[in-house]
């Protein structure tokens, strides 16, 4: 008992100095990387990848073939107006489809085969018959992304129209005075002559999320890794007899083990990997079997979920054990802080700062999610996202395990051996 009130720590500076600055740029950073890349997704757009199809088969009017559907293809993917935010990748009605169900495309427009047979009818000059108003049909992509889906729908809509009236001036100056003749209602279509449907593209099961269940499955995935992690490295410091270990009201310590930190990191990792075995199993129990989420491939399911466990598990206990108590901070900002705007899930990776799609290419909710993605919404095929989850995950480990052990042991080569708890000195009380 040296007789200092607790509460006497209050004054002292480093504590509120340390704390303050801690916390404040915590929740700087937070605010930074969560808003910013969501504050204007619009305008940050560039090169969403959007399909084109033209599958007019044209028209013979006049004696001269007419092929409205080239035109325009044409003048949307020559267009200027939106600038470099789509990139209009033209195809056919089969490559559109299998990229829609890669998540390659967040939608695509597509003018269908009767396209310029259907408009000249409206002029009276083509085949006989009631005249029918084509449509230009808009596809939309949910599983690539609610909010991407949304941009391509936006920018193929008005992408449409626009054509649809560029059509009707043409028809109207071909056939000068003679639209006089026509009735008011031909009068009107001619002048817009296209409809515009929307349809998706690629449907989801109803328990989907539209289009979120991957990415919040994945979030899951490395919630509980890194929790597990600064969890693990607590109780195998507690075994060890490094720390105390508190259970409520009671205190347990005990005996002292001595271990390098190499040898204290490899097995939290052991013990890590071997739990991730339970948490995948878990997660996915959860997730399918007590929620009802839509899923198939359960055994891939269940053995990529296991490793995107013990992967983000032994990222973060390797930051934990290399920077110590501040490495629970950089674990969140890594796995959570600079993982969630960057996963290319609430915001496609195209409509986001240059910054945040650097930080896209290797943060590790990115290319789980993808991961997850493929499985679950497009036949776990590897080139929409589960060959490059695979590679990164397993990228991402050797990278960890290098540093961590790396790094651990110049600790342990240079003496920088962890203090045990009956060996620290005590301290000054006048340091207080």
């Known amino acids: 008992m040296n007789g200092i009130h607790p509460f006497r720590v209050l004054r002292a500076k480093p504590l509120w100095i340390a704390s303050g600055v801690i916390t404040g740029v915590l929740a700087l950073l937070f605010a930074v990387l969560y808003v910013g890349a969501n504050i204007d997704p619009a305008g940050h757009m560039k090169k969403l990848p959007v399909g084109l199809v033209n599958a007019d088969k044209g028209a013979a009017v006049g004696g001269k073939q007419v092929n409205l559907g080239a035109q325009i293809t044409g003048s949307i993917k020559k267009s200027t107006a939106s600038g470099d935010k789509i990139d209009w990748k033209v195809m056919d009605e089969k490559e559109v489809k299998e990229e829609l169900g890669k998540g390659k495309l967040y939608g695509a427009l597509v003018v269908p085969a009767d396209f310029t047979s259907s408009v000249t009818a409206l002029t009276g000059t083509a085949a006989t018959g009631t005249p029918v108003r084509p449509a230009l049909t808009v596809l939309t992509n949910q ?3 609610s909010l991407g889906s949304g941009l391509a729908r936006t920018a193929t809509t008005q ?30 279509l001619l002048a817009d002559p296209a409809a515009v449907t929307v349809k998706d593209g690629h449907p989801l099961d109803a328990h989907s999320g539209l289009g979120l269940s991957a990415f919040y499955y994945a979030l899951a995935l490395v919630v509980c890794g890194m929790l597990s992690a600064n969890v693990i490295s607590g109780q195998v410091d507690h075994a060890l007899g490094y720390t105390h270990n508190d259970m409520g009201p009671l205190r347990m310590h005990r005996p002292l083990i001595r271990a390098t930190r190499v040898q204290t990191l490899a097995v939290s990792s052991t013990l890590l990997a071997t739990l991730s075995l339970v948490m995948g199993t878990l997660v ?13 491939h359960l055994p891939l399911l269940w053995l990529f979920s296991v490793c995107a466990v013990a992967v983000s598990g032994i990222g973060a206990l ?3 054990a290399v920077f110590g108590t501040p490495g629970m901070l950089v674990a969140t900002l890594v796995f959570i802080g600079m993982a969630v705007p960057t996963a290319n899930a609430t915001t496609p990776i195209q409509a986001l700062p240059g910054f945040y799609r650097f930080l896209a290419e290797f943060e590790p909710l990115r290319q789980i999610t993808g991961g997850i993605r493929s499985i679950l919404y497009y036949d776990a095929q590897g080139d929409a996202g589960l060959t490059r989850g695979w590679v990164m995950m397993a990228a991402g480990l050797v990278a960890a395990l290098l540093f961590g052990f790396g790094v651990l042991g110049w600790y342990d080569r240079k003496g920088l051996h962890r203090i045990p708890v009956e060996a620290e000195p005590e301290k000054n009380a006048s340091a207080v």
């Open 143 to 145: 599983s690539a992304g």
């Open 284 to 296: 996915m129990v959860g997730a399918v079997g007590i929620m009802g989420m839509d899923a198939s």
């Open 318 to 320: 390797t930051l934990l």
């Open 159 to 188: 992408a449409a129209e626009s054509a649809s009236l560029n059509v009707g001036k043409e028809l109207t100056a071909q056939i000068g005075p003679a639209q006089a003749k026509l009735p008011a209602a031909a009068r009107v």
